[in-house]
């Protein structure tokens, strides 16, 4: 049984409570403290350990200004940097700092300015790579080298701290064996010295080759807060990816501009419809590229595989989306009088989310001439593109919509998914999206359709339409076993000499031939899961998606499921769950990371467009009409009428907010 901590938030909320702190001549009792701006200073040298925090403030929404130690004419970290005065208050322009180590300046003088504004206004240091000396509150380094594979522990004052949303150890991956991928150093604290006012907190400890010792830990001195960390790190890494977080809430005090969760939605296209199936012995799809006469039997669902999807489902507390085609009903109906799939369907209709996938699955784009491999739009005799019809567009989506509601299945009509994405731009065959598209889906209430992430990962507005941009998940929809998805894996992964396509030699992507019994649970399953995994841990409100058919025969979709959600829980705390969500709740969540990213990208924070600062232990966020706020906050924290502020996650609080927002701080 999986044993949940509880951290001590109350410990966390001590140190929050004192969201400014002074050091230097005291303020009288009715003077207002010094404003602290929502924005973090980046120091970089290039280094993928910067890079990786920086990612992660992006990914969160987190305002940060960038200073490029290589970057010549770039701005002198001094006084005049760092701070000012606004209305006669002494105001710090960073709340928090990253360095890429613990002295990174030629120039002494630019990391003394630098200790005295962390001083005077309690700002936070974090060190994205150092060495263990002295300087850090370390002993010398009693390891050094590779941390590929090694399982470091998250301490009890971190989960009752920062890392409170952690669960489970920290592991560093060990993706290709042999190769290294992490390098880092483990040591032993320094003793404490507290009339020195010294001291250090390990957060994650490991013990390499039988030694022991702390990789990350914040070091006290001075009257300064400096966040340690021994090892390497690039942003996709999992040791990272689970520690991201806790390093932004620990560096910003748990007040901060920015929103994130951690999102998996899985979309199971082509329900009721039977998919082609791999030819082993030709390479190739009937239907799709191969010669006449190759024939293979076609994949679709059971009723049994409805049973086991909906059983999963409550063992697993996940919930799939079924894009469904109801004219595969009506044709298994049609030629065996009744069709068990659909009838098994029906009678757990609301147990899965559902989402129109057009009556048919036709190409919605232009219209295909097929005679040439690969296959080019129509064109009429003033040479241009044939586009399918307004009025076959709209009887596909309505359709389908009606077909459900003849079912009593229920149907969001905003959402949907066209097949193959079409309607919208294929390149380089079909430049432009389809121009009755928008107009139809207007027409009929659809207000998101999916997009193929891979392609367009960016949310377009297409009319009064938004795309929900969604992630393949790399097992093939023409194939029901592992040994088939093996065998097309292969062909398009290996060399020509192996027996591949070759296709992979163009880019050097090839791999050795995978085993045909254990290739798909010991190479693809892995793979799918951390490809997966880096979306998850991204604030990615993208969906990922499926075919039928790979929860049929075989049933291959769901080792990787499991395994995605069985390495999230032996890291995380049951106070960050996945957010599975539907559809259109993923798109309007994309679309308000878009707006907020733009506006703070072109700007806005510079030009005061935006202004968000702490005072005195109150939160004030100001931004223009339209543009919603993501805003951070720890556990008992109130708006401005004394309710619990936003929502609760990962132990803090937080919430997008359109207008003036004004917070009051737990201890306040």
């Known amino acids: 049984m999986k044993v949940v901590r509880r951290p001590a938030l109350s410990v966390l909320f001590g140190v929050l409570a004192a969201a400014v702190l002074i050091i230097g001549p005291p303020l009288s009792a009715s003077a207002a403290g010094p404003r602290i701006d929502l924005q973090v200073l980046v120091v970089t040298n290039g280094s993928a350990s910067v890079t990786a925090v920086t990612q992660q403030l992006k990914a969160e929404g987190v305002p940060y200004k960038t200073v490029d130690l290589r970057a010549a004419g770039r701005p002198v970290i001094d006084e005049a940097f760092l701070s000012d005065t606004v209305d006669g208050t002494p105001r710090a322009k960073f709340q928090g700092v990253v360095l890429p180590n613990a002295a990174p300046f030629e120039n002494?003088?630019?990391?003394?300015?630098?200790?005295?504004?962390?001083?005077?206004?309690?700002?936070?240091?974090?060190?994205?790579?150092?060495?263990?000396?002295?300087?850090?509150?370390?002993?010398?380094?009693?390891?050094?080298?590779?941390?590929?594979?090694?399982?470091?522990?998250?301490?009890?004052?971190?989960?009752?701290?920062?890392?409170?949303?952690?669960?489970?150890p920290v592991r560093f991956d060990d993706v290709e064996p042999g190769v290294g991928e992490t390098t880092g150093f483990v040591a032993t604290p320094l003793p404490d010295d507290p009339d020195a006012g010294k001291s250090f907190k390990p957060f994650v400890t490991a013990n390499v080759k039988g030694t022991a010792g702390a990789v990350a830990g914040v070091y006290t001195h001075d009257g300064r807060s400096e966040m340690v960390l021994t090892f390497?790190?690039?942003?996709?890494?999992?040791?990272?990816?689970?520690l991201g977080r806790g390093l932004v809430t620990w560096l910003t005090k748990g007040v901060h501009l920015g929103y994130d969760r951690n999102y998996f939605g899985v979309h199971v296209d082509d329900v009721f419809m039977p998919d082609a199936r791999w030819s082993?012995?030709?390479?190739?799809?009937?239907?799709?590229?191969?010669?006449?006469?190759v024939e293979t039997e076609d994949i679709r669902m059971e009723a049994g595989d409805v049973s086991f999807a909906t059983q999963w489902q409550t063992q697993h507390g996940f919930v799939l989306d079924m894009a469904y085609n109801g004219a595969g009903s009506d044709e298994a109906?049609?030629?065996?009088?009744?069709?068990?799939?659909?009838?098994?369907?029906?009678?757990?209709?609301?147990?899965?989310?559902?989402?129109?996938?057009?009556?048919?699955?036709?190409?919605?784009?232009?219209?295909?001439?097929?005679?040439?491999?690969?296959?080019?739009?129509?064109?009429?005799?003033?040479?241009?593109?044939?586009?399918?019809?307004?009025?076959?567009?709209?009887?596909?989506?309505?359709?389908?919509?009606?077909?459900?509601?003849?079912r009593g299945i229920p149907v969001d009509a905003s959402e949907l998914v066209t097949g193959e994405h079409s309607g919208l731009r294929v390149t380089p065959q079909q430049p432009d999206d389809n121009p009755n598209l928008a107009p139809v889906?207007?027409?009929?209430?659809?207000?998101?359709?999916?997009?193929?992430?891979?392609?367009?990962?960016?949310?377009?507005?297409?009319?009064?339409?938004?795309?929900v941009p969604r992630h393949p998940l790399n097992i093939f929809y023409n194939v029901g076993t592992a040994e088939e998805e093996v065998d097309q894996y292969n062909w398009i992964h290996?060399?020509?000499?192996?027996?591949?396509?070759?296709?992979?030699?163009?880019?050097?992507?090839?791999?050795?031939?995978?085993?045909?019994?254990?290739?798909?649970?010991?190479?693809?399953?892995?793979?799918?899961?951390?490809?997966?995994?880096?979306?998850v841990l991204a604030n990615d409100p993208r969906p990922h998606y499926a075919h039928q058919s790979n929860l049929a025969e075989g049933r291959i979709l769901y080792p990787v499921l499991e395994r995605v959600l069985?390495?999230?829980?032996?890291?995380f705390a049951a106070n960050t769950p996945i957010i599975n969500a539907p559809m259109s709740a993923l798109g309007d969540e994309l679309r308000r990371q878009d707006a907020w990213r733009a506006a703070v990208g072109a700007g806005a924070m510079d030009r005061g467009d935006v202004t968000a600062y702490v005072q005195d232990g109150t939160v004030t966020v100001k931004a223009p009409a339209g543009l919603e706020a993501p805003v951070t906050a720890p556990e008992g924290t109130q708006d401005a009428g004394g309710a619990p502020f936003g929502q609760a996650y990962a132990g803090e609080r937080s919430a997008y907010r359109a207008g003036d927002v004004t917070l009051t701080l737990p201890g306040a």
């Open 108 to 168: 002494d003088a630019e990391m003394a300015a630098l200790a005295a504004y962390e001083k005077r206004f309690g700002i936070r240091q974090l060190d994205a790579h150092v060495r263990p000396s002295a300087a850090v509150g370390l002993n010398a380094p009693a390891y050094t080298g590779p941390m590929d594979g090694v399982t470091a522990q998250v301490t009890e004052a971190a989960r009752a701290d920062a890392l409170r949303y952690l669960g489970g």
């Open 232 to 242: 390497t790190s690039e942003s996709e890494q999992w040791h990272f990816q689970t």
């Open 280 to 293: 082993t012995e030709h390479n190739c799809t009937p239907t799709e590229d191969c010669e006449d006469g």
């Open 333 to 406: 109906a049609l030629k065996n009088g009744v069709d068990p799939l659909t009838v098994a369907f029906v009678a757990v209709r609301d147990k899965f989310r559902w989402l129109n996938h057009t009556y048919s699955h036709p190409f919605l784009g232009c219209v295909q001439d097929n005679s040439t491999s690969p296959w080019q739009c129509r064109r009429n005799q003033s040479g241009q593109i044939v586009y399918v019809s307004a009025a076959d567009i709209e009887r596909e989506v309505s359709k389908n919509v009606q077909w459900a509601s003849g």
């Open 441 to 467: 889906l207007a027409k009929t209430g659809v207000k998101w359709t999916a997009s193929d992430a891979s392609r367009e990962k960016a949310q377009r507005v297409i009319g009064s339409v938004r795309t």
């Open 494 to 535: 290996t060399r020509r000499s192996d027996g591949g396509s070759g296709i992979c030699e163009e880019d050097s992507s090839c791999i050795e031939p995978l085993d045909p019994d254990s290739g798909y649970e010991s190479y693809i399953v892995p793979v799918e899961t951390r490809t997966a995994l880096t979306h």
């Open 566 to 571: 069985s390495q999230y829980w032996s890291s």
